[in-house]
């Protein structure tokens, strides 16, 4: 085998060599990216979280101020929650049923 052929080896591995490099250094990169975006989006999170306590504090403080009674309010909503979720489900499954009708001629009478 001569020089040349060798030599076309080399330099074939080292562009292999480089392009996986800068494959690397671009998912480098990604990674990177991806990192801060989840570090942004969990302190959003955590911020919302404490907002909504906030607010629920506040609701429930106006609620008793009021003379609400918020497990009834809870337990009625949880109640009606279920029964919609019960007649959603019955919906579906009349859809999926089939009737058997008369398969007679309409009446063109009427």
Known sequence: MGFGDTAK???TLADKAEQTYQKLNELRDEVETTQTT???TSER???LENEMAEQRAVLDAVAREVGVD??????????????????????????ETV???DDSEPDESA
């Open 9 to 11: 080896r080399i330099q």
């Open 38 to 40: 989840v570090k942004d």
């Open 45 to 47: 999170v955590q911020a």
């Open 70 to 95: 918020l497990d009834a309010v809870s337990t009625e909503a949880h109640i009606t929650e279920a029964e919609s979720s019960d007649d959603d489900a019955a919906a579906d499954e009349d859809d």
């Open 99 to 101: 009737v058997d009708g």
